[in-house]
């Protein structure tokens, strides 16, 4: 918004070069800047009743000037006197600095006068005054936060100075017809109110529209910068044999739910597009990611090209490896699996078949992206727990093939918009629905001084051939966080649990370790599992049933809906306790809201709510823009409507004069980067 006045500084009267540079060191090089800098609160200028006026930073009197304004010098200052009744009572007024109140300024008006006073010698040190209007005490008072130095009144009075002599040429981005949709004021006007509102309904209506605005703009760069790509992704659209798809998609043991078909269509809609796709596809735990993702294989096989898919782990990989065989154990198409652990003389042969074009598909962990590895011809990567990776890994799988696909995959619901406002540059596809006949886990909030009854419920889990997962959050005591230690609590379950096979896993071993842990209780050689949070990607045991959570509080709760998503795999019923506080505690009734809701997406709104979206976007992800005004969390409805307008607006060719010339650098660097 800053660049709506590209206007220097010192076209504002009284701004030198002292002034100005105050102004530089806290950011504000235009009238634009400065006019974008809005209130942080409003005062006004209700007067101080009389039996509140004491030593105090600020009070606010109608008053009548009983004295002339007469200018001093002491010590090479100026400084205007002059003397005020109000409630009886005379008081001294002093200004330095601003002679030319002895000008505007007579005995026998009337006045507001407001500043600071000091009870002593009955003197104000003033900050503002005007001739007193009736309506002007229920106005607003603009109160900023300041360059260094800087006194409120000054500052307001430049803001006021901006406005009257530019407001005029303010820009108007939102278009007329969306304008008289939404009833929204023009932004000059908003601008004008949002500084110097008159009444609440001002300031009601500058807010709805600045925020509107904020985000139309921001949504409008993305669709810029989505078309750019795709008109500098121009490609060969694949393609798609409809037949061949058609009869695995009859052969697969169950049918597609209505939000997986639509992601199947969305996908199939970009490998048909003449632009590459860059999607991300976010589901819930269990949502059923692995057969969408097997519909983009097999796509892009009937296309006559390879396809891989990366997982984060080992055990992940086998685990798509599995999977995606049965799925395609109707088809023809061939499928291998590289990891670290494949086997030297395997490992060649594996290369060679791929790179004559045999494999049709590859699935395996970082491995893939290793240079050895070469594709005849890749068409399509798909990146499981996509967060897992870094950046430079995703590309260089990517990288492999000419034209490739991508398809990436994530088990954190965040809401759509947020999802698709963090990650610009890519489509975001949803599943947001489980398959039919699932049985919902059952969940309990619990404290530690419940420890028996959990020990005795998970006995009698474990007497009937299920498993148990206990997870804490830390693997070493820590007197200051008094969190659960995993060993610790290992060690007491072995003592308590005598008869029972139980291991632990956490951070400290290395992956290999980790995959023959995970192996062995997969394989049912363990029955209870103690760990860190290191099991918190996607690996399926069915046969486990309970999943304890020691200290739940200090997770994030769509941390603890995918922890809890570890359960819940097979046919029993399964049951996830959380280990909290208890009490009274606000942590206790976060913790709550995991006993009324198994939906990710719900939770993760919860989160939103109560944690901010931090917890969504390590510090290292972090691509949430931030706002003046608008709030990403309470303001999504708003965020929804800016952001279809700003797509249709550029995807339909319906670019404003001022709105092109916004998006005119980025369009230029755009093009530089081709
Ligand atoms: P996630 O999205 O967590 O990766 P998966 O792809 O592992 O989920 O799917 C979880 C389980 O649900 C798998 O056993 C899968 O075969 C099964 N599944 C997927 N889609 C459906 C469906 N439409 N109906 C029934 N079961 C399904
Ligand atoms: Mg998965």
Redesign the pocket.
């Known amino acids: 918004m800053e660049e709506m006045l590209a206007i220097p500084l010192e076209q504002l009267r009284g701004v030198g070069p002292k002034t100005q540079q105050r102004l530089n060191e806290a950011g504000f090089f235009t009238v634009g800047s400065l006019l974008s800098h809005f209130p942080y609160r409003y005062g006004d200028y209700t007067p101080t009743p009389i039996e509140q006026i004491q030593d105090a930073e600020k009070i606010t009197l109608i008053a009548e000037i009983v004295s002339a304004p007469i200018i001093s010098r002491p010590r090479s200052k100026i400084l205007v006197k002059f003397n005020v009744q109000a409630y009886g009572i005379v008081f001294n007024v002093q200004a330095f600095g601003r002679p030319y109140l002895a000008k505007q300024f007579s005995s026998g008006q009337q006045v507001l006068v407001t500043g600071k006073y000091t009870a002593k010698n009955q003197s104000i040190a003033l900050d503002e005054i005007k001739i007193y209007q009736v309506e002007q005490i229920n106005e607003f008072v603009p109160v900023y936060s300041l360059p260094h130095g800087m006194k409120q009144s000054y500052f307001r009075e430049l803001i006021e100075q901006a406005l009257g002599l530019y407001s005029q040429q303010l820009p108007e981005y939102i278009p007329q017809d969306l304008r008289e949709r939404y009833k929204l004021c023009t932004f000059a006007q908003a601008i004008v109110w949002i500084h110097f509102p008159k009444t609440h309904q001002h300031l009601k209506h500058a807010v709805r529209e600045l925020k509107y605005v904020e985000f139309f703009l921001f949504e409008l760069k993305l669709a810029a910068k989505s078309q750019c790509q795709k008109q500098n992704t121009y490609t060969q659209p694949k393609r798609l044999d409809m037949n061949q798809i058609d009869k695995f998609s009859a052969e ?6 209505s939000a ?1 078909e639509k992601v199947v269509r969305e996908i199939f809609a970009d490998l048909q597009a003449p632009w590459l796709m860059n999607r991300l596809l976010q ?11 097997a519909f983009a294989m097999l796509a892009t096989a009937t296309s006559r090209q390879q396809s891989a898919l990366m997982a984060p782990t080992e055990i992940l990989a086998q ?1 798509h490896f599995q ?1 995606l065989q ?2 395609f154990s109707s088809t023809q198409l061939k499928l291998a699996l590289l990891t670290g652990s494949t086997r030297v003389k395997q490992r060649r042969e594996l290369l060679n078949s791929l790179k004559i074009g045999e494999i049709d598909i590859l699935i395996g962990t970082h491995a893939l992206i290793e240079d050895p590895v070469l594709f005849a011809k890749l068409g399509c990567v798909i990146v ?1 727990e996509q967060h897992r990776f870094g950046v430079k890994q995703r590309q260089k799988l990517r990288l492999k093939g000419e034209a490739v696909d991508v398809l990436y ?1 994530s ?1 954190t619901p965040i809401p759509r918009t947020l999802a698709m406002t963090a990650w610009g540059d890519m489509d975001v596809s949803v ?1 947001d629905q ?5 049985k919902p886990i059952t969940t309990k909030v619990v404290t530690k001084k419940q420890w028996n009854e959990m020990v005795g419920f998970v006995e009698r889990e474990l007497a009937n051939g299920r498993q148990a997962y206990i997870v804490c959050p830390l693997i070493e005591e820590s007197e200051t966080l008094d969190v659960q230690n995993a060993m610790e609590l290992h060690s007491t379950l072995v003592q308590t649990l005598t008869n029972r096979r139980i291991g632990l896993m956490h951070g400290r071993l290395i992956p290999t370790e980790k995959d023959e842990v995970m192996e062995s209780f997969k394989a049912h050689e363990l029955d209870v599992l103690v760990s860190t949070t290191v099991i918190e990607v ?1 690996v ?1 045991v ?1 046969n486990a049933t309970v999943m304890i959570i020691y200290d739940a509080n200090r997770f994030g709760l769509s941390q603890l809906h995918q922890l809890r ?1 570890r359960v819940g ?1 097979g046919d029993h019923q399964s049951y996830c306790l959380l280990v909290g506080p208890g009490g009274q505690s606000e942590s206790h009734e976060r913790l709550k809201v995991m006993e009324k809701t198994t939906d990710g997406f719900e939770i993760a709104q919860y989160d939103l709510e109560f944690r901010g979206p931090g917890d969504f976007f390590g510090a290292k992800q972090s691509g949430l823009p931030t706002f003046k005004l608008a709030n990403l969390i309470e303001d999504q409805v708003i965020l929804n409507y800016a952001r279809s307008d700003a797509y249709a607006i550029v995807y339909e060719q319906r670019l404003t004069k001022v709105l092109q010339m916004y998006l005119e650098p980025l369009l230029k660097a755009h093009q530089q980067n081709d």
Do not use: H
Request: zero cysteines; proline letters at 8%; hydrophobic letters at 35%.
């Open positions: 697969l043991p169950f049918t597609l739910t997986q589901g819930d735990v269990g949502s059923g990611k692995t057969v969408v993702a685990q999977s049965q799925f499981d995959m088990a599943i489980l398959p039919a006949g699932r996607g399926n069915p998503g795999r």
